[in-house]
């Protein structure tokens, strides 16, 4: 037994939460002020059915009277004509109809007076009804006003449901920007190292360092090549062995002064004697001719030894 009344007690409280939850204020003050107008209505229509109830007992009170003072009539018309029975008759008569009157006129007064009841109740649930429509309109104007500024509040703070809806909403969309950022990020940096340049298949990380290795030997023998190539070259530019304008090799005769106007002289080193000049390098032709040696005798580019030779 007492499983069951807290059973009862606990279902009318989550109903009577349910319900305060469900309820609007505004919607009880309308149907409290609907109800106040029809209990309005009833007590106007009870003034009206009392009224109606001492309009017909006010004729049935007329009606008697005038019936009493026909009888009365009668009466004395009998007692003229010496008919005693018959005015005897007509005042039993009147003397019934004289106290129905009374009768009546106990009801009429009592019909009259509930009615001024009636009518003081109506005035009164009247005004009262009128104060309660202000004060309703009022209250729900006021509640209004505080749900709006509640709302408007919640909105600002960001607790409310819509506003915390749009907030997740915004949170989501900004984490997966920066998912999306970072894996674009990893994407180009693994690009970059070469970690997804082969696609159609599984990348063999050996020989790309083999292909890396062979590359880097490509570029240094066509390094020492260009530097060969440029070292063979420097004897052939002050030996004169090619013109100026590529035209072919210059006869000996021309040789110095080809070579004195076109290459210029170039100093030795430094370190070395400037009074000798290498055992593999031609002296210029304008030091030979200050030194009184033919220009014909000088060493041509081909008495040069190769790059690698004689060394």
Sequence with gaps: MGVMKRVQLVFKAKANKALDKMEDPRETLDYSYQRQLELLTKVRRGVADVATSRKRVELQMNQLQQQANKLDDQARKALGLGREDLAR???TRKSSAQSQLNDLQGQYAQLQAEEEK???ASQRLQAKVD???TRKETIKATYTAAEAQTRINEAFSG???EMGDVGMAIQRAEDKTAQMQARAGAIDELMASGALDDVGGRRDDIQAELDQLSAN?????ELRRLRGEIAANAPKQLEGGVGANGDGPVHHGDRGQSQAQSAPYAPPAPTQNPQQAPPHQAAPPQAAQSAGIPVSDLPSANDQPQDGEGS
């Design 131 to 133: 104060a309660f429509r």
């Design 89 to 91: 008759d007509a005042l």
């Design 118 to 120: 009636l009518t003081v």
């Design 159 to 161: 607790i409310s449901e």
């Design 217 to 221: 030997s490509d570029v240094e023998s």
